[in-house]
């Protein structure tokens, strides 16, 4: 299958996300009480932990959290252009995001690529705009269609080969893969810490790019052929 996948008809991603409040104390008392009812769950999970301490989770439901940057990269002519979408509004930069899959990327060959993109950030996205308003762009409107209609490939999955045991890292895969990835200052638990606390957005930006380029070079890990050279890597 993946020798039939053209390099250069994927666009790329990953996102970065946060909790809707700094903190569980400055939530409005109805979405607190939904948290709680949320979070009862994950306590069960992590006995003598309380709502409030797992609220730095948030993040990662779509219903609690919002996204801060989405990062897309596309291979043409041998070269990897990155391009970033992010800031406080949200709705703005999903409009913008939006509009590059409709004006850009919305042939029935374009496939979107991500690391557990299909469990996170497919549905995420996909989530945050309808919350906000905004219409599904193809890429991300898969209701009804059949699995191999579908335009989504997720390194995560493609690694399984059909194992369903457990979630391999994308760390853990460049790694492996002998891919070399500059050695960040952040990882993902920190990104609402860095956001909130810090106020520090062009910190995550760099940090998600990052990641977009360990996906692309990972699968083209996969598919036998050579990486992207640092110089060949462009970003707009």
Known sequence: MLDQVNIEKVLFLDIETVSQYPE??????????????????IVAADQGETAGNQYERAGIYAEFGRIICISVGFIR?????IKSFYGDD????????????NQSFSKPDI??????GKEFDFPYIARRMLINGIRLPALLDIA????????????MELWKFGDYKSYTSLALLTMVFNIPTPKDDIDGSQVGSVYWKEKNL?????????????????????KGKPLIEAADIVFT
């Open 202 to 222: 062009p910190r995550i930006v760099e940090y998600c790019q990052k990641d977009v380029v360990a996906v692309v070079q990972l699968l083209l890990r996969y």
């Open 24 to 41: 569980y104390e400055m939530l409005p008392e109805e979405i607190k009480k939904l948290w709680d009812h949320k979070a009862q769950r």
């Open 90 to 101: 949200e709705a703005l930069l999903l409009n913008d995001f939006a509009d590059l899959l």
């Open 111 to 116: 496939l979107l690529c991500a690391h557990n």
């Open 77 to 81: 002519n041998g070269k990897l252009r």
């Open 144 to 155: 009804g269609r059949k699995p191999w209609e579908v335009q989504h490939l997720d390194t």
